[in-house]
């Protein structure tokens, strides 16, 4: 199936520190959405992008979808305690074709 | 609005057990999905729905069987469980001809 790589895996960072965090792809994807998931909890939407070159933000987070189509960046600026938690970057081909997932990266904020 | 419920939140079986795990949505999603959640490897397919009548399968559908019952609700059945199938399973949603999907909390089986 499709492959999305999402790095780093897993980031420890002091609270007020800013966190990027990037996925890539060898297709071509129609949609990227970026989703966190707390402990115990389903996977929640934060940010969705439709076109080449945008970017958007959602509070203390913003994203951008990559000008070639094949990848997509999150930043989390000044983080806080609960910005803990599990990052997934998911893209869509087109169509009705189901999203693809990254492995997700954990995100530890260190008081 | 309760948006994606998946019920039950855990489960113990023994292995050759079945089961079916529940999933209902309130959001008039024409597109419903399952997903499994194993540690370090993201969120796998296993079965998804574009539209009422229609299933399709994933990327991980060895063991699985899925039903549209209605709009509302998709099932996943476990015929003759595994430990293999020790995982955490998630039900999504999503308007057709929008990308965005909706996740329910989660149902934690564990097969012994």
């Known amino acids: 199936g499709q492959q999305l790589n999402q790095s780093p895996q897993s980031m420890f960072i002091q609270e007020g520190e800013d966190v990027s965090m990037n996925c890539t792809s060898s297709?071509?994807?129609?949609?990227w959405l970026w989703y966190k998931q707390d402990p115990g909890e389903g996977p929640v939407l934060l940010i969705a992008?439709?076109?080449?070159?945008e970017l958007t933000s959602n509070g203390r987070l913003t994203a951008q979808f990559g000008i070639t189509r094949k990848d997509s960046f999150l930043n989390i600026s000044a983080s806080i305690p609960s910005d803990v938690g599990i990052y997934f970057c998911?893209?869509?081909?087109?169509?009705?074709?189901?999203?693809?997932f990254g492995k997700g990266t954990r995100l530890s904020v260190i008081a | 609005n309760a948006g994606v419920t998946q019920t039950p939140k855990f489960q113990v079986l023994k292995t050759g057990q079945s089961m079916t795990l529940q999933c209902a949505q309130d959001?008039?999603?024409?597109?419903m999905y399952w997903y499994r959640q194993d540690p370090g490897m993201g969120l796998r397919l296993i079965y998804y729905?574009?539209?009422?009548?229609?299933?399709d399968k994933g990327e991980v559908p060895n063991g699985y069987n899925v039903s549209r019952l209605n709009k509302r609700e998709f099932s996943l059945r476990l015929e003759s469980a595994a430990p293999s199938q020790t995982s955490v399973y998630f039900c999504?949603?999503?308007?057709?001809?929008?990308?965005?999907?909706?996740f329910g909390q989660g149902t934690r089986l564990t097969v012994v």
């Open positions: 999504a949603s999503s308007l057709q001809r929008r990308r965005e999907a909706f």
């Open positions: 297709s071509i994807f129609n949609t």
């Open positions: 992008l439709y076109k080449a070159g």
């Open positions: 998911a893209g869509q081909l087109g169509g009705n074709t189901p999203l693809v």
């Open positions: 959001m008039n999603h024409n597109s």
């Open positions: 729905s574009a539209s009422e009548g229609t299933t």
